[in-house]
């Protein structure tokens, strides 16, 4: 939980997240992580390294499959999408950095769809908090941290790679 009144210890919560991972892909065959950038990319990139998965690491950009693109616009850091595997039949962890409203999860699985039919998605966030607008539920999550409609859980990665997460106020 927090270190401080708005600081968590994300070193601490991703090591957490990936136990959990690492016991729910226990003989699941044909795994694949792919992250939901930026946070999500990030979390990936680790757990593929600490999963031995690196060449099964993948990427998404949701920015123009999001239900309210046209509310929010673009966003100014577009990334490309990248899956460089069969996600046929494969078992996909898909890493997102917080789960809110559950729309970015939801785009996320239908740019999977554009590559192919997974066998299974599993969903893994560092944090939840709260406040779902769709039906979807994390298979693994860190924290749970209810927040106010008026605040933001941020995941930040410093130079050397370590994570921090810190409750800010959202201005958007």
Known sequence: MPTSS?????????QTLLQQVRAGLAGAADVAIVGIHSGGA?????????LDLRARLGFIDVSFYRDDYAKKG?????????IGFNVDRATIVLVDD???????????I???FD????????????ADRGGRELPVAADFVAA?????????????????????LTIEDDHA
């Open 115 to 126: 590559f192919g039919r997974p066998a299974r998605i599993m969903l893994a966030a560092l």
């Open 6 to 14: 708005n600081q968590f210890d994300a070193e601490a919560l991703y």
């Open 74 to 82: 673009l966003h100014p850091d577009v990334k490309p999408t990248q």
């Open 42 to 50: 990030w979390l990936a990139e680790r757990l593929a390294a600490d």
């Open 144 to 164: 749970r941290v209810p927040l106010a409609p008026t605040q933001a859980l941020v995941l930040k990665r410093g130079a050397d790679g370590t994570l921090s």
């Open 110 to 112: 239908n740019v999977l």
């Open 98 to 108: 917080v789960l809110y409203t559950g729309r970015t999860t939801r785009a996320a």
